[in-house]
């Protein structure tokens, strides 16, 4: 919704359904614009002598009780009949934009009455309303008009509510906020543009709705009266002779049928290619996959090669996660994850870091199933608790896995719909539907997202939303999920848990709805918890306190299980060292290094884990002198270089490193590094042939080729 491409609409209307209807509509649309202009006098020409007749060769669906032409009536009537309903949807979304955005606009108190309202009148049908306000407006086409409008003025009025509230709790429009920008300017610049296309989907199938209704309301002589006609109108007419004359009748009916039909399917379609689109929290803006075979196979090569880093993913019986091989591709040949690897143990808390672009989140987020078309995720094993999250597919024929891995298939799934249906491939993992999949993960695996407002529905209390994923998935019954949501709360240290579970998102500091998110994300004490950058939009305050929270809740310490495993994603690699036991480094979508936190300062060997390191400023860090930084900027995922692709910006980057990238390779104490030239990194010694290093960076990178200074901070480290 909110940040759509321009063109994603249009786009969302090709669908086989989008194309169907949207002819229909056009026709049906070019259809009242015309027909009154070429059959008017056809219609309303009376014949004495053919009065009442059935269908002929000359009146092909009969005549009426004038004499006059029911198929050309049927036709001239089709302008009203449409132009009415759209004229009432035009009137439902005006109100219900005021009534929707009144709220905002007027403050606190007169927006509760607003929103109160709103609720009641939603509460009743809208047809009946529709009878309500035709007798307050009285009989005619005028009084049907305002009738059906402000009928449906009080579900759009609660869909804008809605729409708003989601979009209002955004960081954008906080920043907005803090800028100074009026609430009417708030509201017409920031939030209706990203709830636009919804209420076009849906005034589109209120159109339809809305034609049914004048039908009806002409039907019962409250609509449009004679001279004029519109298709309810005719309806009524020809009813009074359906036993002699059916024509008469079903014809008006079914020109209503497929004109409300039109309407509703063109915006079912709309619906469902916009709805395919959106999403998650924190998620990655999904579009068309274009991969085709041939692309396939030509990056298979390059896929063997990536993969042939032993790396930490070979699984083992007590490991949470196993992920060997998980790559994740984008169309136009963008990959940001080249192949990772990794085990993550029970009771083990695992950080991965880099810098913004690495492919951090996008890992954690194709762990965790959230990736969607266009993102093509595949993984030669993606497992938790043993099972095949995946699903596999048939082997796309490559066995040219690394010595000793044996035969390597492939798993590759681009759609969560797909989930499970395809073969099993994964030695030893079984198969599990989308329904189980889903259960599954929802039992064994948590999540954190960087910022909660966006994670968190913000028109759902909190203590609902947390109560609904142990309803969901640990089969309690409502007070037994309320209890445990409220006693989750207690568990982050919240404070009064019973108040705040009644709260709304919004009315909880930052720290607290972090807090409330991770309880959410505890609710069934999962085995795994995937923390991105949970403590980013934290002061540093609260950061500790959130970091202790999620660092005792792995650990045990809080009085659970204690063998929860942690994924914890930060750019930050002091944060990581505090919290977890083992780091990797990702750089340019692969891991560069991957050693325990424990000494990481003294043992980190390769450029960029040390220049991470570097880059962090302590107390002893010389004021005089410019902060060190890592000179240049991350490759671009959609154009990677052949070689190292840390070699533009690394100080000991030579020719080889240009050529060819290094493999991770694993030490003897089990730390895996992929550099052609870690002694020399040790050493501080930088390369004697000059790359391609940004010149305009030239003083920083001097930091990077010093060893680690011997600041307190690493001292501490190491
Ligand atoms: N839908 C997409 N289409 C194309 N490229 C994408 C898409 N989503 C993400 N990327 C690219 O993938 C790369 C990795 O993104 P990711 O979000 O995983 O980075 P990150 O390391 O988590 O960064 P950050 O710390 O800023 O969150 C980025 O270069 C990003 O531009």
Redesign the pocket.
Same mark, same amino acid.
């Given at each position: 919704m909110a940040g759509r491409r321009p063109g994603t609409f249009r786009k969302a209307a090709r669908t086989p359904l989008g194309i169907a209807s949207g002819i229909l509509l056009a026709l049906i649309l070019l259809l009242a614009i015309i027909a009154p202009a070429l059959w008017t006098s056809q219609a309303n020409a009376i014949d004495v002598l053919n009065m009442q007749q059935g269908p002929s060769a000359k009146h092909l669906l009969g005549t009426n009780l004038l004499g006059q032409d029911i198929l050309y009536r049927i036709l001239v009537a089709a302008r009203l009949s449409i132009g009415l309903a759209l004229a009432a949807t035009a009137i439902g979304v005006a109100c219900g934009l005021v009534l929707g955005t009144a709220p905002v606009i007027v403050g606190h108190r007169a927006g509760r009455v607003i929103t109160a309202a709103v609720n009641v009148a939603v509460a009743f049908p809208a047809l009946l309303l529709a009878l309500f306000f035709a007798v307050i407006f009285g009989v005619g086409a005028r009084g049907a008009l305002l009738a059906i409008g402000f009928a449906l003025a009080p579900s759009f009025a609660r869909l804008v509510r809605t729409l708003s509230a989601s979009v209002a709790g955004l960081d954008y429009i906080a920043a907005a906020r803090i800028a100074g920008v009026s609430r009417f300017r708030l509201l017409t610049r920031h939030v209706l543009p990203n709830i636009g296309e919804t209420l076009i989907v849906n005034a589109t199938i209120a159109a339809g709705d809305a034609l049914l209704s004048f039908a009806g309301l002409s039907f019962l002589g409250l609509g449009v009266q004679a001279p004029s006609y519109d298709w309810g109108q005719l309806l009524s007419d020809g009813l009074q002779g359906i036993y002699t004359r059916p024509a008469a009748a079903l014809a008006p009916g079914v020109a209503v049928v497929v004109a409300g039909l039109a309407f509703n399917l063109f915006g079912e379609a709309l619906a469902v290619g916009l709805g395919s689109g959106t999403g998650l929290p924190n998620t =990655?803006? /999904?579009g068309r996959l274009r991969s085709a075979l041939a692309e396939r196979s030509a990056k298979a090569a390059a896929a063997a090669a990536e993969d042939q880093h032993p790396s930490s993913g070979t699984g083992s019986a007590d490991s949470v996660l196993s992920v060997s091989g998980l790559r994740v591709e984008?169309p136009g040949g =963008?990959r #940001?994850v080249r192949g990772v690897s990794f085990t993550l143990g029970r009771g083990e808390a695992l950080g991965v870091v880099?810098e &913004? %672009? &690495? %492919?951090? &989140? /996008?890992?954690a987020l194709a762990v965790a199933r959230l990736l969607e078309s266009p993102?093509h995720v595949t993984a030669t094993r993606l497992e938790l608790l043993g099972r095949d999250l995946l699903g596999a597919e048939a082997p796309l024929g490559e066995q040219a896995g690394p010595a000793g891995r044996g035969l390597r298939w492939r798993a590759s799934c681009c759609y969560p719909r797909h989930w499970g249906r395809r073969a099993a491939g994964v030695p030893g993992a079984s198969r599990m539907s989308d329904r189980e999949l889903r259960r599954f993960l929802g039992v064994h695996a948590g999540l954190v997202f960087q910022d909660p407002m966006t994670s968190f529905n913000p028109v759902k209390r909190v203590g609902i939303q947390l109560a609904e994923v142990a309803a969901e998935h640990h089969g309690l019954t409502r007070p037994q999920a309320a209890a445990r949501a409220v006693e989750r709360l207690r568990a982050v240290r919240i404070a009064y848990p019973e108040r705040r579970a009644r709260q709304f998102p919004h009315e909880l500091s930052g720290g607290m709805r972090q807090r409330a998110m991770i309880g959410m994300a505890v609710m069934g004490e999962p085995a795994l918890v995937i923390a991105d950058?949970p403590t980013t939009a934290l002061d540093v305050t609260v950061q500790r306190q959130v970091l202790r929270l999620l660092k005792s809740i792995q650990a045990g310490t809080d009085g659970s299980r204690g063998d929860m495993g942690l994924l914890f994603i930060s750019?930050d690699i002091t944060v990581v060292g505090q919290v977890c036991d083992r780091v990797l480094v990702m750089y340019a979508g692969r891991i560069v290094e991957s050693l325990p936190t424990d000494g990481l300062a003294a043992h980190a060997r390769h450029p960029y884990t040390r220049a991470l390191l570097a880059a962090v400023p302590s107390m002893e860090t010389p004021r005089e002198l410019p902060l060190a930084v890592i000179p240049g900027r991350p490759a671009d #995922?959609a154009n990677l270089p052949a070689g190292c692709a840390f070699a533009a910006r690394c100080p000991f980057a030579d020719a080889t490193c240009e050529q060819s990238d290094p493999p991770l390779v694993a030490d003897e104490a089990g730390r895996e590094v992929a550099c052609w030239h870690t002694d020399r990194v040790l050493a501080g010694v930088p390369a004697t042939v000059t790359t391609t290093v940004d010149p305009a960076s030239a003083a920083p990178t001097a930091a990077l080729s010093a060893p680690l200074a011997d600041t307190a901070a690493n001292r501490e480290q190491a």
């Open positions: =990655v803006r /999904l984008f =963008v #940001p880099g &913004s %672009g &690495s %492919g951090k &989140s /996008l890992t993102a950058e750019h #995922p």
